[in-house]
Every structure is written in C-alpha cells, then in structure tokens.
C-alpha cells in the first residue's frame, strides 16, 4: 500500500544490521532532532530491532514527522516505514498487522 488513505496505521521499523546493534527510534511532530522519550510523541527503546506503531487518528496527511534513531554504542540498520491495517485474530482478543514479510 502506497497512499495513506486515513484507515491505515504508520509503522516505523529500524532492523539492526549487526549482532550487537541496538538502534532505538523516536518520533516527534514538533522536535526536529528527537532522542529521548522527553522530546517524542512516540518512541521505542527495547534491545535489538525495533518497531514502532503511530496509531491512525494520531496524524494526518500533510503532518511532518522527525524520525531519530539513537545508539548507546556503534551500531548499523535499517529504517523502513509501512502503512499497516489491523487484522483481528479469530477467537482471540489480540490483533495483528502486517506490512510485507513482517508482521506485529
């Protein structure tokens, strides 16, 4: 899906390249340079890669987004953003996205 229609969710995703990269990502509307979770609507800071949900209804068209990615020591990865749809399990209460080979 290439166009943002209004029903999609953006998801941000930072692959690490190496065994012992640990790229964090941050998301701001407002803080051009965002790394921390004091300067970011949304942020994921786990170990290893990363992927992070902007909910639709969170923006719209026309938004500027300011993505940072920050790593504690050297690291190497990949960014990808996706327009995901949510698909309802059956018989469960949990959800699922997919975009591409991935899925969340």
């Not at 166009?3 to 998301?27: C, N, Q, R, W």
């Not at 051009?32 to 909910?55: D, K, L």
């Not at 504690?72 to 959800?95: G, I």
């Amino acid at each position: 899906m290439r166009y943002y229609t209004g029903a999609e969710h953006l998801v941000i995703k930072v692959m690490a390249d190496s065994y012992e990269s640990d790229p964090d990502v941050f998301i701001s509307k407002t803080e051009m340079y965002p790394t921390s979770s004091q300067n970011a609507q949304w942020y994921c800071e786990r170990e290893g890669s990363e992927t992070c949900v902007i909910h639709n209804g969170e923006f719209n068209v026309g938004d500027t987004l300011y993505i940072g990615v920050k790593c504690v020591k050297e690291c190497s990865y990949k960014l990808r953003p996706w327009y995901a749809a949510v698909t309802n399990l059956a018989e469960s209460d949990r959800t699922q996205m997919r975009f591409e080979a991935y899925s969340t």
